[in-house]
């Protein structure tokens, strides 16, 4: 009598693995497939089939839950645009801009110089940037419990005249005998920057004639006070009307130390 050969022998098990295989990746496609969806959905509120289909892929969202509907709508940075007749009447300060500046003294004096540390000064700054912050203000992009409502009640025209009129103005003097001595690494931050945080120099947009974005402000000869609190509501979000998040990402990586020690160089350093 011969022997069965190996491969006779061996002919049943293979069967019967292939049998187990076939039946385990049955079970488990009808059990993730069908049945876990079917039990998932209807913890969720759906049908079998929307279930099921979300399971395979056919249909968007998970079938262990209802998706979240959201009816957000994306807001822009700015509702400002620049444009060449823009920028030329923002040049030219008429009589229109004094009368509606008398709105603005309660708050930020009568020339543009601010009794309130809080409230930023406006002789001398940019009229490209005040443009920009009234308008930012009417429009709810930037928001503040006074502003808002004045900026609101008034005409493009009007924001115009007075931006040009506050930026012919002269600005704060400040007294050379009050100047403090800064620390070498506050120094460095608004010359060089840091490039190992990823932080470039203040004055690559803020110093005089740096040819940074169009509308930055002018921070030289502002108060303390109102630098310090701009920069943490940078810092925190609470204000979001910087273009590409310019400075949301710079205040970010500031230190509380760092923003106190900025604010009171640009209010007290005659050179910048």
Same mark, same amino acid.
């Given at each position: 009598?011969?022997? !069965?050969?190996?491969?006779?022998?061996?002919?049943?098990?293979?069967?019967?693995?292939?049998?187990?295989?076939? &039946?385990?990746?049955?079970?488990?496609?009808?059990?993730?497939?069908?049945?876990?969806?079917?039990?998932? &959905?209807?913890?969720?509120?759906?049908?079998?089939?929307?279930?099921?289909?979300? !399971?395979?892929?056919?249909?968007?969202?998970?079938?262990?839950?209802?998706?979240?509907?959201?009816?957000?709508?994306? =807001?822009?940075?700015?509702?400002?645009?620049?444009?060449?007749?823009?920028?030329? $009447?923002?040049?030219?300060?008429?009589?229109? &801009?004094?009368?509606?500046?008398?709105?603005?003294?309660?708050?930020?004096?009568?020339?543009?110089? !601010?009794?309130?540390?809080?409230?930023?000064?406006?002789?001398?700054?940019? !009229?490209?940037?005040?443009? #920009?912050?009234?308008?930012?203000? #009417?429009?709810?992009?930037?928001?503040?419990?006074?502003?808002?409502?004045?900026?609101?009640?008034?005409?493009?025209?009007?924001?115009?005249?007075?931006?040009?009129?506050?930026?012919?103005?002269?600005?704060?003097?400040?007294?050379? $005998?009050?100047?403090?001595?800064?620390?070498?690494?506050?120094?460095? %931050?608004?010359?060089?920057?840091?490039?190992?945080?990823? %932080?470039?120099?203040?004055?690559?947009?803020?110093?005089?004639?740096?040819?940074?974005?169009?509308? $930055?402000?002018?921070?030289?000869?502002?108060?303390?006070?109102?630098?310090?609190?701009? %920069? =943490?509501?940078?810092?925190? &979000?609470?204000?979001?009307?910087?273009?590409? $998040?310019?400075?949301?990402?710079?205040?970010? #990586?500031?230190?509380?130390?760092?923003?106190? #020690?900025?604010?009171?160089?640009?209010?007290?350093?005659?050179?910048?």
């Amino acid at each position: 009598m011969r022997p !069965a050969q190996p491969e006779v022998l061996d002919r049943p098990w293979r069967l019967w693995a292939s049998v187990i295989i076939i &039946g385990v990746l049955a079970f488990s496609g009808v059990f993730g497939f069908l049945l876990l969806p079917i039990v998932q &959905g209807y913890g969720a509120g759906l049908d079998p089939f929307t279930a099921i289909c979300r !399971a395979i892929g056919t249909a968007p969202g998970s079938p262990a839950m209802r998706q979240p509907t959201s009816r957000a709508v994306a =807001h822009p940075a700015t509702q400002v645009a620049w444009s060449t007749a823009l920028l030329t $009447t923002l040049s030219r300060p008429t009589t229109a &801009g004094t009368e509606v500046a008398q709105v603005c003294t309660a708050c930020h004096g009568e020339r543009g110089i !601010a009794s309130d540390p809080q409230n930023p000064n406006l002789a001398g700054q940019s !009229a490209i940037a005040i443009y #920009k912050q009234l308008h930012d203000y #009417k429009s709810g992009t930037r928001v503040h419990e006074v502003m808002t409502g004045i900026a609101q009640g008034l005409e493009d025209q009007q924001i115009v005249d007075v931006a040009a009129h506050f930026a012919a103005s002269a600005r704060l003097e400040l007294d050379p $005998t009050t100047a403090e001595v800064m620390d070498e690494d506050i120094v460095r %931050l608004v010359e060089r920057g840091d490039p190992a945080r990823g %932080l470039p120099a203040c004055n690559s947009c803020h110093g005089f004639n740096a040819g940074g974005p169009i509308e $930055t402000p002018t921070v030289s000869h502002q108060n303390r006070d109102y630098l310090a609190r701009q %920069l =943490h509501a940078f810092k925190d &979000g609470g204000r979001r009307n910087d273009i590409y $998040t310019r400075m949301r990402s710079v205040a970010a #990586k500031l230190t509380d130390r760092e923003i106190d #020690k900025l604010a009171n160089f640009y209010a007290t350093t005659l050179s910048y």
